[in-house]
């Protein structure tokens, strides 16, 4: 055992070999640890937020009418302008470029049908129409100086072979006259002579039409046929032109009603069957609250009504608006009449079939009288060059205003605010569209 023992050793050169290598790992470990924290040190202050003073934009009574709710009511925001854009062909949704929500510009393409059809009945039709250009221009160029010289070459040897026939018949009428051929063979001889003629004068005035030419009429025919041809194309350029749908007005998808592969018809449709329109949309800076207004608070109310418009969603933004339109006629169930209010300062909280309030403000019951705007001031020092930043979600947005010149500290905004904004107050020198701010405290 002790000799055994006597013979164990410790590799004494391989642990200093691997410790060389653990040496190396843990330094560049701990250094590209070092890196990655210097980097997001370096991020971090590159993309902190900037710290600003905000203040709340509140409109202020512009002083023409009385400000005391006389009524309130509650309805829906509507869209003053829904749109259901249809296509104008049959066919197969192949692509559609939208999605619920999507904001479009007019003749923005947002819906493809497949159009091979419609491309072979265009080729087809330019074709059909290729043809008759080329048959007009065959009839306007007359015949080829060579057609003329056929045709009168075939008359000449008709004539000659006419001559030769005329010498036959004489010489046997003679013969017969002597009694060397019996009579058939003069009937035979003259019969050739009679058809040789005929065929002459048939050739003779063959070489005189070929001579002249077409007629008027014969050009005017497929004149004719040309324009309709050319009608023709234009209807099929037009429907190939209608696979492809484009949003008519600038505005917001509210619903997409097809999925690529679905049919699409021009047609009466069923629950389950093609549809008949492929997406909505409105624009959304056109909005109105649509009020069912009780019969017995009808007359408080009167044209163009100034109101303030609530909604239960943002119980803390206000917006102005003003009665855009009454119905002509009333509910005789509900004994009510429907008023839409026209929003004066929409903005992105607000959506379709939203719920919402409206307090209507005395005096504003003259008919026709305009809608008095709120009057909005605020500090000087955050205008710059006729912009100014707000806050929303955490960024800065920058907007174009219109405003007056300077009076006491203040600034009166003729345009772009319209109240409710949280405004950033003075703006560094620095600070860009879409940048995070941070709200400074106190």
């Given at each position: 055992m002790s000799d055994e023992l006597s013979k164990l050793r410790i590799d004494r050169s391989a642990k200093r070999k691997t410790s060389g290598w653990a040496s190396k790992w843990i330094v560049g470990g701990v250094?590209?640890?070092?890196?990655l924290g210097a980097g997001r040190t370096v991020y971090e202050r590159m993309n902190a937020a900037t710290e600003v003073d905000i203040r709340?934009?509140?409109?202020?009574?512009s002083g023409g009418a009385s400000s005391d709710v006389i009524l309130n009511a509650t309805g829906y925001i509507v869209a003053a302008h829904k749109i259901q854009v249809a296509s104008k062909v049959v066919g197969r949704v192949a692509w559609i470029g939208v999605e619920k929500g999507d904001k479009v510009r007019e003749g923005q393409v947002i819906v493809r049908l497949e159009d091979d059809e419609y491309r072979a009945q265009l080729q087809q039709a330019k074709g059909q129409l290729a043809t008759l250009q080329a048959r007009l221009e065959e009839l306007q160029n007359g015949s080829r100086p060579e057609e003329i010289a056929v045709a009168k070459a075939n008359w000449e040897s008709a004539k000659a072979e006419l001559a030769n026939a005329k010498v036959s018949l004489d010489r046997t009428a003679n013969l017969v006259k002597q009694g060397v051929f019996p009579k058939q063979n003069l009937d035979d001889a003259q019969a050739r002579f009679d058809a040789q003629a005929a065929r002459v004068a048939s050739l003779e005035r063959t070489y005189e039409l070929v001579r002249i030419g077409p007629r008027r009429e014969q050009v005017d025919a497929v004149r004719g046929q040309i324009v309709e041809a050319q009608g023709r194309v234009a209807y099929f350029e037009t429907t190939l032109s209608n696979t492809v749908i484009k949003a008519p007005v600038t505005g917001t998808i509210l619903e997409r009603a097809v999925e690529k592969g679905e049919f699409v018809t021009t047609s009466f449709v069923g629950e389950r069957g093609a549809k008949g329109y492929v997406v909505s949309l409105a624009d959304l800076n056109d909005l109105q609250v649509e009020l069912d207004i009780n019969?017995?608070?009808?007359?408080?109310?009167?044209?163009?009504q100034k109101g303030e418009i609530t909604t239960d969603a943002f119980r803390d933004r206000k917006y102005q608006g003003y009665i855009y339109e009454i119905s002509p006629e009333a509910n005789r169930q509900k004994a009510t009449v429907q008023v839409k209010v026209k929003v004066m300062n929409p903005d992105e909280y607000l959506r379709p079939d939203m719920n919402a309030s409206v307090a209507f403000l005395g005096g504003g019951k003259a008919a026709g009288a305009a809608p008095v705007g709120p009057v909005i001031f605020v500090p000087a020092t955050a205008v710059r060059n006729g912009v100014v930043f707000v806050l929303l979600n955490g960024r800065a947005v920058k907007r174009t205003v219109k405003h007056g010149p300077a009076q006491g500290g203040e600034v009166k905004i003729e345009e772009g605010l319209f109240g409710g904004e949280d405004l950033i107050v003075a703006p560094p020198a620095g600070l860009k569209d879409g940048d995070r701010i941070k709200v400074r405290q106190g």
């Open positions: 250094a590209l640890f070092l890196l709340r934009v509140q409109p202020r009574d019969q017995d608070d009808f007359a408080k109310l009167g044209t163009r």
